[in-house]
């Protein structure tokens, strides 16, 4: 059997609205990297300033056992990658409501009104929830791990001054001190990584809310895995905090309660559907 041979205008046809969508993505990744370099070059320029804020924790720890806060540099190129590490952090925080922005608007012209409606709630509270998640690991969590690591320091962590030392009694058995001398870069490292795991952790009401508004996950569902998820939030308190059990448990009932509003929030879905379904008539009673 003979096949028509599609003419030349036909195959522009149909190549035409791939390659305008290709323009199109290419113009959003350029704008958002063009708004994420901008904003990473402006954090360089004040990357002092932010490293102070970061530090806040470890030094109000130290503070508090009477000792001076002070990180160390181990390289020395491993102050400039420490400059631009937190170029990098502060660039993406900063052009991230541009970014998700040009996102938008490459996804928003293929959908429907009443899906630009739905979807855009999500796409506010994204990085809502994540400043709330980071906030609470710089302010609540960090706080208690450094102050959990800094308690295994033994042995004098001041040097008394003169008059002190004359008059000091010697101890019977010199101890070996175990003071702290921080690396700068593993500081940061870890303090980062505190951050971007809670805020992470705190996408979980939007991921599921999310889910049950496409229909893949129903509140009946998430509460039946309970004990599951339960199990998984323990996993994740234990890998995500200190060996301390306090921040441990803090972790635990704060996801955990997460979880349990992201049900509630998923039955409020639900609801609206039924209520929308049955005004249109289209409900159809379940007999199971």
Same mark, same amino acid.
């Given at each position: &059997?003979?096949?028509?041979? %599609?003419?030349?205008?036909?195959?522009?046809?149909?190549?035409?609205?791939?390659?305008?969508?290709?323009? $199109?993505?290419?113009?959003?990744?350029?704008?958002? =990297?063009?708004?994420?370099?901008?904003? &990473?070059?402006?954090?360089?320029?004040?990357?002092?300033?932010?490293?102070?804020?970061?530090?806040?924790?470890?030094?109000?720890?130290? $503070?508090?056992?009477?000792? $001076?806060? #002070?990180?160390? +540099?181990?390289?020395?190129?491993?102050?400039?990658?420490?400059?631009?590490?937190?170029?990098?952090? #502060?660039?993406?925080?900063?052009?991230?409501?541009?970014?998700?922005?040009? &996102?938008?608007?490459?996804?928003? %012209?293929? +959908?429907?009104?009443?899906?630009?409606?739905?979807?855009?709630?999500?796409?506010?509270?994204?990085?809502? =929830?994540?400043?709330?998640?980071?906030?609470? !690991?710089?302010?609540?969590? /960090?706080? =208690?791990?450094?102050?959990?690591?800094?308690?295994? @320091?033994?042995?004098?962590?001041?040097?008394?001054?003169?008059? !002190?030392?004359?008059?000091?009694?010697?101890?019977?058995? %010199?101890?070996?001190?175990?003071?702290?001398?921080?690396?700068?870069?593993?500081?940061? *490292?870890?303090?980062?990584?505190?951050?971007?795991?809670?805020?992470?952790?705190?996408?979980?009401?939007?991921?599921?809310?999310? =889910?049950?508004?496409?229909?893949?996950?129903?509140?009946?569902?998430?509460?039946?895995?309970?004990?599951?998820?339960? /199990? !998984?939030? /323990?996993?994740?308190?234990?890998?995500?905090?200190?060996?301390?059990?306090?921040?441990?448990?803090?972790?635990?009932?704060?996801?955990?309660?997460?979880?349990?509003? *992201?049900? @509630?929030?998923?039955?409020?879905?639900?609801?609206?559907?039924?209520?929308?379904?049955?005004?249109?008539?289209?409900?159809?009673?379940?007999?199971?």
């Amino acid at each position: &059997m003979a096949t028509k041979t %599609p003419k030349p205008d036909d195959l522009d046809d149909s190549s035409a609205p791939l390659i305008e969508h290709l323009a $199109e993505l290419r113009t959003r990744i350029i704008w958002s =990297m063009v708004a994420f370099i901008t904003a &990473m070059v402006l954090c360089y320029t004040v990357w002092n300033p932010i490293y102070n804020f970061l530090t806040q924790p470890i030094c109000h720890a130290l $503070e508090d056992r009477g000792q $001076e806060c #002070g990180l160390i +540099l181990l390289k020395l190129q491993e102050g400039f990658f420490v400059a631009i590490r937190i170029s990098l952090l #502060g660039g993406f925080v900063l052009a991230f409501p541009i970014i998700a922005y040009q &996102m938008w608007r490459f996804v928003a %012209p293929g +959908l429907y009104r009443n899906e630009k409606a739905a979807f855009l709630p999500f796409l506010v509270a994204s990085p809502v =929830m994540f400043l709330i998640g980071a906030a609470f !690991a710089f302010y609540v969590i /960090l706080p =208690m791990a450094y102050d959990f690591f800094l308690g295994f @320091q033994q042995g004098p962590l001041q040097l008394p001054d003169d008059a !002190a030392t004359a008059t000091a009694p010697r101890p019977a058995t %010199p101890l070996a001190a175990i003071v702290f001398q921080g690396s700068v870069d593993e500081y940061l *490292s870890l303090t980062t990584k505190f951050i971007l795991a809670f805020g992470l952790s705190f996408q979980l009401p939007v991921l599921l809310t999310l =889910m049950g508004r496409a229909g893949l996950v129903s509140a009946a569902g998430l509460a039946s895995v309970r004990r599951y998820a339960v /199990l !998984a939030i /323990l996993v994740l308190a234990a890998v995500a905090t200190p060996p301390d059990v306090i921040s441990q448990v803090v972790l635990f009932t704060v996801v955990y309660g997460l979880y349990e509003i *992201s049900i @509630q929030l998923v039955k409020r879905i639900e609801r609206k559907r039924e209520a929308e379904l049955r005004a249109q008539g289209l409900w159809v009673e379940d007999d199971t």
